[in-house]
Structures are given as C-alpha cells and as structure tokens.
C-alpha cells in the first residue's frame, strides 16, 4: 500500500474520494488516458505506489487486483487529433474529467496526481450528467501516485490500459514499434519516424514527430 498524504480537512475515510491519474501526457503517438477511481474503506493491495516505479507482472497483477477491490472507476481517453486541436493539457484535463463524472457514487472529492486541479468550466462540461449536483472539491498534489493509495491504483489502471492499447494499435502500424515503446520518444521510435515520416498515430505538433 502506497504511503500517507496530508489531504484538506473533511477528506476522511468515510468520504467519497476519487484518485485521478494520466498516462501518455509525453508521448508522441496515441491518446492520453485518464483514470478515476475510488476505493473502500479497507482493502488490501500489496505493493501499491506509482505505476512508473512496477514491473510490467506486477502492475498487471495489482491492476487485476484493483478492478476487482474498486467501489468504482472509469477510464476515458482522448486522442492524439484532438491532442493536436486543443494541446495536452487541455486535453489532459478533459480525459480526467470524462472519467470522474462517470463514477458511481459521484465523488464528493476529487484528489489529481500534479500540481494542477481541473478548470470547472471543463469539468462541468461533463458533471451535467450529474444534474445541479455541485462540483467536487478538488486538490492536486504533488507526487500523489506515490502517496495517496487511490491516486496509485488509477495511475496502474490507466498505464495497463493504455500499454494494452498501443500494444493491439502496433498491428496497425508495424513499422514503428509501438508495442515496446507504446509511444514513446525512444531513440528507435525517432529513427523509425525520420524513416517513415508519422502515421495516423502520431501527435503532429509535438516536436520530433515532424
């Protein structure tokens, strides 16, 4: 289990808090995936921490683990032509907005692995759903894949997902590697790209694609 963070007053164990994590904000082909996530009172997840910090059978095993321990969670994606449109960022904030509001029970906090909490005009895109039911509370905090158990578990759910995609997109586009570097600027991933030039994939305004 992954260690303690100093979360506002109010955010207890009794409260319906949602772990929030990206994956695939770097890269240069493919979307940037988001999980939401909440968790029981009481669990038991060995090992849980930043996704980043696991080797592949472990996060696999952990990911199984944590589907099936969740009180709910969700992942949303967005793809590299909106990525292209609108920029990470803001595309970052709407996958992680897409994938809080489709929690059951609705959260009443929303804890962000980052230093950023989501703009409300684009997280109230997406809580309409919800009625006039107001807007969570937000915090982002630092480091939060590696301190908040919840923030941990989306960040191994949304790297297995989208490693898992990249891995099945790779039968597409052969040519460039996507099942080892899943989108990545890898030393390979670049020399494929001055070879080949870009695929569909891939993210037309970061640099090193074109």
Same mark, same amino acid.
């Given at each position: 289990?992954?260690?303690?963070?100093?979360?506002?007053?109010?955010?207890?164990?009794?409260?319906?808090?949602?772990? %929030?994590?990206?994956?695939?904000?770097?890269? /240069?082909?493919? =979307?940037?995936? *988001?999980?939401?996530?909440?968790?029981?009172?009481? &669990?038991?997840?060995?090992?849980?921490?930043?996704?980043?910090?696991?080797? =592949?059978?472990?996060?696999?095993?952990?990911? !199984?683990? %944590? #589907?099936?321990?969740?009180?709910? &969670?969700?992942?949303?994606?967005?793809?590299?032509? +909106?990525?292209?449109?609108?920029?990470?960022? !803001?595309? +970052?904030?709407?996958?992680?907005?897409?994938?809080?509001?489709?929690?059951?029970?609705?959260?009443?906090? /929303?804890?962000?692995?980052?230093?950023?909490?989501?703009?409300?005009?684009?997280?109230? #895109?997406?809580?309409?759903?919800?009625?006039? *039911?107001?807007?969570?509370?937000?915090?982002? %905090?630092?480091?939060?894949?590696?301190?908040?158990?919840? %923030?941990? *578990? *989306?960040?191994?759910?949304?790297?297995?997902?989208?490693?898992? /995609?990249?891995?099945?997109?790779?039968?597409? &586009?052969? /040519?460039?590697?996507?099942?080892?570097?899943?989108?990545?600027?890898?030393?390979?991933?670049?020399?494929?790209?001055?070879?080949?030039? =870009?695929?569909?994939?891939?993210?037309?305004?970061?640099?090193?694609?074109?």
């Amino acid at each position: 289990m992954a260690g303690k963070a100093v979360l506002p007053d109010g955010w207890g164990p009794s409260s319906c808090v949602c772990g %929030i994590d990206e994956v695939g904000r770097g890269c /240069l082909a493919g =979307p940037v995936v *988001a999980c939401a996530l909440i968790l029981p009172p009481s &669990y038991s997840l060995s090992g849980l921490t930043d996704s980043k910090k696991l080797p =592949p059978k472990k996060r696999e095993e952990l990911a !199984q683990a %944590i #589907r099936e321990c969740a009180v709910s &969670y969700s992942i949303a994606l967005v793809g590299q032509r +909106t990525i292209d449109r609108i920029n990470i960022l !803001q595309s +970052t904030f709407m996958a992680m907005s897409m994938a809080c509001s489709r929690l059951s029970p609705r959260p009443e906090f /929303l804890a962000i692995d980052g230093n950023k909490i989501l703009p409300e005009e684009m997280l109230g #895109r997406f809580w309409m759903r919800h009625g006039d *039911a107001p807007l969570p509370v937000q915090k982002a %905090i630092v480091r939060g894949d590696s301190l908040v158990p919840a %923030i941990s *578990a *989306a960040s191994i759910l949304a790297k297995t997902y989208r490693d898992a /995609l990249m891995r099945f997109l790779s039968s597409r &586009y052969p /040519l460039y590697g996507f099942e080892k570097h899943v989108g990545y600027g890898t030393a390979h991933h670049l020399q494929m790209l001055a070879e080949h030039g =870009p695929c569909p994939l891939h993210r037309r305004t970061f640099r090193g694609v074109l």
